[in-house]
């Protein structure tokens, strides 16, 4: 899977001359302005920086549990709240990668 986005860690930039006004600048590993909101509260940055982590932790998550998923769904069984959790990280990982 080829990554179409600035590669993580992100982090949040308090340090920007708007940063007294409400705006946190997201910024790469290498400095980089990875993106720059409209002024927004902390909580919000701290999602934004952690979206690659999210985005990584869900892949491994479904490599993980895709060969049982799978399987599962294979067997025609009644669907169950695993394989709603599963169809949810499926979604998840396609609209952050563009697949969606």
Not at 13 to 33: F, H, L, M, P
Request: net charge negative; aromatic share 8%; with cysteine.
């Amino acid at each position: 899977m080829n990554t179409q986005h600035a590669p993580g860690p992100w982090y949040i930039d308090c340090q920007n001359e708007s940063a007294a006004i409400g705006y946190r600048a997201i910024v790469d590993k290498d400095g980089y302005t990875v993106c720059n909101p409209s002024p927004m509260g902390q909580a919000n940055a701290r999602l934004i920086a952690a979206a690659p982590d999210l985005l990584a932790a869900l892949q491994a998550a479904w490599a993980f549990f895709e060969p049982v998923y799978v399987s599962a769904m294979a067997d025609d069984t009644e669907r169950t709240a695993q394989d709603e959790l599963m169809d949810t990280v499926r979604a998840a990982i396609a609209q952050a990668t563009g697949a969606a």
